[in-house]
């Protein structure tokens, strides 16, 4: 997901946290925060705020480095064989976390083993779009389209695997509807295809649809994570829409450290990052990047994530290795 550029421009004026001029760092190490990203996403401009907070609040020299490739693994590769003293962070994404290490194509390289839960960060709504010009302005008539016409309902997404494609897999055998994926490079160009009738509807970031949806171009038909997007209060869940047995699910981005990292070391980073996370100053930087604060400790994020690996697991298991 890519930022709009004042959003870009505001997040990453935000300097790197040092503490005060005068004072003395609590340690002389630095801290390093890996992103297995390019600059200038989402998971950048978080990973910026983050050594921001906890620059200032643990008195440390905080820095962001980006090392893209492999879908989001080389950077987590790299931070799992740091010495784990809790001067080295990590950011990933959910691919990287719970779909990827279960793919066929998987560089073997487990990441709840090889890195331990340190915090929840944010949460990125899916959504399902469909053309305000079209015939299809409501989940329920997407749904009884997919279950009824011989072509089933076509649908773009950011790519296969994707947590958007998986989504709508989710989706599909809840209500055994007949979803046909689309991959494109992106979110754009899918929404693109929507706008112009390619492709009846979508399932995309809300980021890459909101401001068609509010100029009216688009219907949010529904999101996926289990309640509503506070970003999109009137677009309703996916279980609101009329499928109840669908369950939900988001795309997150977490803060992880090696596997060995001591659990007080652990402890004193996602508390600070908690903190952090509470004061609205924070949640209105995090705003900026169009994405939700959604903080949970390592307890609770470290049960999240094997909930979900169990079930991204599964899902996996029954679809052809082409989907």
């Not at 989504?167 to 994926?181: C, I, Q, S």
Request: avoid cysteine; proline fraction near 8%; charge should be neutral.
């Amino acid at each position: 997901m890519r930022l709009r550029p004042l959003a870009l421009l505001a997040a990453l004026a935000l300097p790197l946290g040092t503490g005060s001029a005068a004072a003395q760092p609590a340690s002389s190490k630095v801290m390093q925060i890996y992103v297995p990203f390019a600059p200038g996403g989402s998971a950048d401009g978080i990973a910026r705020i983050v050594a921001t907070e906890l620059g200032a609040s643990l008195n440390r020299q905080v820095v962001v480095i980006n090392q893209p490739g492999a879908g989001g693994t080389i950077g987590l590769i790299t931070a799992s064989k740091a010495a784990p003293d809790g001067d080295t962070l990590a950011i990933a994404a959910v691919g990287a976390l719970v779909i990827n290490p279960h793919l066929p194509t998987s560089n073997a390289f487990d990441t709840l083993k090889e890195l331990a839960p340190v915090a929840k960060l944010i949460e990125i709504p899916i959504v399902l779009v469909s053309s305000s010009k079209g015939e299809l302005k409501t989940l329920k008539a997407v749904i009884e389209r997919a279950k009824t016409a011989p072509e089933g309902v076509s649908y773009g997404t950011t790519g296969v695997n994707s947590s958007q494609h998986l989504a709508v897999e989710l989706l599909k055998k809840a209500t055994g509807g007949n979803f046909v994926h689309v991959p494109y490079r992106g979110s754009a160009p899918a929404v693109t295809d929507v706008l112009g009738g390619q492709i009846p509807m979508a399932s995309v970031d809300l980021t890459s649809a909101h401001e068609h949806i509010k100029a009216g171009n688009l219907v949010g038909l529904g999101v996926t994570s289990a309640t509503r997007s506070k970003m999109a209060p009137d677009i309703p869940s996916i279980t609101e829409a009329g499928v109840p047995g669908f369950g939900g699910s988001a795309s997150f981005i977490g803060l992880l450290a090696p596997a060995a990292t001591p659990p007080d070391k652990i402890k004193e980073i996602s508390r600070a990052v908690g903190a952090a996370w509470a004061r609205p100053d924070v949640q209105a930087k995090v705003a900026l990047l169009s994405v939700e604060p959604a903080y949970e400790n390592e307890t609770k994020f470290g049960e999240l994530l094997h909930t979900e690996s169990d079930k991204w697991k599964a899902l996996l298991a029954t679809l052809p290795p082409s989907k």
